[in-house]
């Protein structure tokens, strides 16, 4: 089991559901906008950090 690339994939889930939430917040126009500005800010980085790990983290069949 490898943790880094699971840890990765939850990252990657959670920056996906961020994003969604935040383009569903501006366009039915509710939520303050410092609130979506913030939370669409963590999600990119959570999407990306999780592409990143999944994809750097090498697979070492035994």
Aim: hydrophobic residues 50%.
């Amino acid at each position: 089991m490898n943790l880094k690339r699971t840890f990765g994939a939850i990252l990657t889930i959670l920056g996906i559901v961020g994003l969604i939430y935040t383009g569903i917040g501006i366009i039915q126009h509710s939520g303050g906008v410092t609130t979506l500005v913030v939370v669409g800010i963590i999600s990119l980085l959570f999407f990306f950090s999780g592409i990143g790990l999944v994809r750097d983290t090498t697979d070492n069949a035994k």
